[in-house]
C-alpha cells in the first residue's frame, strides 16, 4: 500500500546512455513532480504535471524529458546521460498544485 | 537572493533540550509553508503545514510563522535521538511550485 513508488531504487550505468525512472501514485492526487537532489542535499523542482498537463519545466536540460501517460503515473526519461546527471531523483504528488507533497522513496542515480 | 534561506547548522542539541530551526523566505506574498524531515539516505517526510501567522502546534513540533518578517522557524521539544535528521523548510512560490532551503542538520546527543 505503498502511496509514491519509484522504479528502480538504484540505478548505475554509462555516460552516454539512455535511461528511465518511473513512478507511480496510489493517493488519487492530481499533481506529480520531479525533483533533483544533489550531493549537497539541495532539493530542486524539475518538473511537474496537473491532470497529464506539463504545469513546471525549470531550467532544465532537454535531455530531459517527463511523460505523465496518467494522473497515477510521471516518467522521466534522460538521454546521453552525464557525470552531472549523478544524483538522487525524487517523485512526488500532491492533490493540490504546490501544496503539501508526498515523496517516494528515491532513485539514486550514478553515471560512470 | 535565495527563495528560502535556513541555518545550514549542524546543530547539535542534548536529549530532551528544544531544538530551534529557523528559515526566512524573499517572495513577500507566499501564503504557504512546510517543514520536512530527512533522514539520511531517505526521502523528505511531510511533519508540518502552516499558513497562518501564530503558532501551530503538534506533539513534540511547534511551527511558526510572521509573514511581516517573512520568517517561519521549527521547535522540536523534548528532542530524542530519533530526531536527528536533516530539516527542510519549503515555501509554496509564485501559487504553484515549492522552493526549499538547504536543509538544517539536527543532532540529538543522547
Known amino acids: 500500500d505503498t502511496a509514491v513508488s519509484q522504479t528502480p531504487k538504484y540505478l548505475v550505468t554509462q555516460m552516454g546512455n539512455d535511461k528511465s525512472i518511473k513512478c507511480e501514485q496510489n493517493?488519487?492526487?492530481?499533481?506529480m513532480y520531479w525533483y533533483k537532489q544533489d550531493s549537497k542535499k539541495f532539493l530542486k523542482i524539475m518538473f511537474s504535471?496537473?491532470?497529464?498537463?506539463?504545469?513546471i519545466n525549470e531550467t532544465v536540460p532537454n535531455r530531459f524529458s517527463p511523460k505523465s501517460p496518467d494522473k497515477a503515473h510521471l516518467n522521466l526519461h534522460i538521454n546521453s546521460l552525464e557525470l552531472g546527471d549523478s544524483a538522487v531523483y525524487f517523485c512526488?504528488?500532491?492533490?493540490?498544485?504546490?501544496?503539501?507533497?508526498?515523496f517516494g522513496p528515491g532513485t539514486r542515480l550514478t553515471v560512470l | 537572493q535565495k527563495e528560502v534561506e535556513q541555518n545550514s547548522g549542524p546543530l547539535s542539541v542534548p536529549e530532551g533540550a528544544i531544538a530551534s530551526l529557523n528559515c526566512t523566505y524573499s517572495?513577500?506574498?507566499?501564503?504557504?509553508f512546510f517543514w520536512y524531515r530527512q533522514y539520511s539516505g531517505k526521502s523528505p517526510e511531510l511533519i508540518m503545514s502552516i499558513y497562518s501567522n501564530g503558532d501551530k502546534e503538534d506533539g513534540r513540533f511547534t511551527a511558526q510563522l510572521n509573514k511581516a518578517s517573512q520568517y517561519v522557524s521549527l521547535l522540536i521539544r523534548d528532542s530524542q535521538p530519533s530526531d536527528s535528521a536533516t530539516y527542510l523548510c519549503?515555501?509554496?512560490?509564485?501559487?504553484?511550485?515549492?522552493?526549499f532551503g538547504a536543509g538544517t542538520t539536527v543532532t540529538v546527543r543522547a
Open positions: 504535471y496537473n491532470n497529464k498537463e506539463l504545469i
Open positions: 517572495d513577500r506574498v507566499s501564503q504557504s
Open positions: 493517493l488519487g492526487h492530481d499533481t
Open positions: 519549503a515555501v509554496k512560490i509564485n501559487d504553484y511550485k515549492l522552493s
Open positions: 512526488a504528488s500532491s492533490q493540490d498544485v504546490g501544496n503539501e507533497q508526498f
